[in-house]
């Protein structure tokens, strides 16, 4: 399959004044906050990147927090063995702190596992807009392809889910993926079919031409694809699950996209710059005055 184009795009309209950028104390600055949804699968072979998760949201908050965004975080699981694959609320949107002491009541009995009934039940169940956040970024982490719990959830379904609750989508699957200069050692692809790629070294180099290869069963579309469609980006969970120095790449580089695409979902200010709108048309009036 090749690259998928975006579904949805965020863009922070301009603002046009007659005014002029006034710098003002850093605390002037608009607060910013974002909700990421966890949505992660709670079958047998999962702990892992169940242990993985607090880490990465950690290094995440403190990426956001220096710019000045407050994440938020919730944490959804997926695939009870009871209840047919039943999501639950492990955490509603809490610090990275609370969320990582609720992934550790994370369950791996799970046997039954449909990632869109997950997101869906998130967005049903979670309660959203916490610090005033506008914008949600979504993470499916999950090592098997889609079974079908709800056949009212379709991908089509999904994506417009994602779109009308302003939502960018991330998956970490069981699915290879390739660049225009490398068949391995590709971590994940992007919507713009930017690639990343493991440096040897616990970094990662980016590449063109990122190409989602075959997952397990229909992982490509259901979920790969669903991603890309919705303008996110995909990643290669057996990467993840290497260990040592691959590993270290793979978080460095989804931390990395996870910051640029929430800062292109809630633009931040510069700190201590404000726009003063009107303030041209407000000193042509006063000048006007004066001169009377």
Known sequence: MGKFSKLTTFIAAPV????????????????AAIDVMVVVDESGSMGGEHAWLPGMINSLDSALSGLG????????????????GAPRVVSNF?????????????LTNGSFEDGYNGIEFGFSNLTFGTNGATATNVILVTDEDRDNGNGALTLASTLTLLATNNALLNTVVDNPYTSDNNTSGVLGVDADGNAYVADGSGGFTTDTGGTVGN???ATEVDYAGMALT???????LDLLRVGGLTADSFTAAFVNIKVQEIQQQIPVPAPGVIIILGLGIAGIAMCRRMAA
Do not use: E, H
């Open 16 to 31: 046009v004044a007659l005014g002029l950028a006034v710098a003002t104390p850093a605390t002037t600055a608009q607060a």
């Open 69 to 84: 965004i407050t994440g938020n975080y919730g944490l959804v699981g997926f695939g009870q063995s009871s209840g047919s």
């Open 94 to 106: 809490t610090t990275a702190a609370g969320f990582g002491t609720a992934a550790s009541g994370l």
């Open 215 to 217: 997952g397990a069963g």
């Open 230 to 236: 919705n303008g996110g980006a995909t990643w290669d």
